[in-house]
């Protein structure tokens, strides 16, 4: 009987340690977990159909990004990236973005397209107001900035928009909170006490008063939709929404989301 207990005693030690292990290699790379600078998971490789001025926005680091300047008059898109792949990745939307009645600037966060550090929460909220600040050297008011977040870059959107009032403020493929999203990839363990960027999105967007589009798939099997559904339910009108049935977590760029989109820059002037 006692040696029964001995190994019983053991073998919970032994797992008790297996557990403790994983909990401390998770802890240290989880940011390698998170951000994937390198990764490109964009089938669409094309070519900017259109001129763009590289420049470099100054932060922690210098940030590369371009800027498409149309027409002075019109409003101005702040375009914020999710968590992986490089500025060229995103080059299939913005060639239909610019087509719109819009500028854009769009920026590489810390640690992504070439740029040097490495990316934190903080470090992309730092980023995310540098891009803004330099729109307003430039002479282009908050008034006239829609800012656009993509996945990861929504977070950093409502945060920005939190403690500011724009033009317009544009989501796509939302979600709540890392934490609530790494429980559902990680449920066997404390992400609460593990996890060191959190971004509490639906902590935040309550405090965002400018106009609000969500646009978000049914199908994404990254971040539930029901996570952009909530976040639409708590945000402040006014509030407009692009849910489709079909499409996944990379949204289908099709007239149907184009169409929305403009539509909603059009309800700001």
Known sequence: MRINKMIVGYTLLFLFLVYFTICIVIYFSQRSLMYHPSENNYLDENKLNHKIEKIKIPSDHGLNSWYFKKNENYKTLLFFHGNAGSLENRIYKLNDLAKLKLNYLIIAYRGFSGNKGNPTEHGLYKDARAAKYWLNLNNI??????????SL???????????????GIILESPFTSMLKLSRKYYPLLPTGLLLKDKYETDKKIQKVFSPILILHGKKDNIVPFEMGEH???LANNPKFNYFVENDDHMMDFNEDLINSINQFISSLN
């Open 153 to 167: 870059g929504t977070a950093v959107t409502i945060d920005l928009a939190k403690d500011h009032k724009f033009a």
């Open 231 to 233: 976040l639409f339910n």
């Open 141 to 150: 008011s908050d008034q006239n900035i829609i800012v656009y977040g993509e």
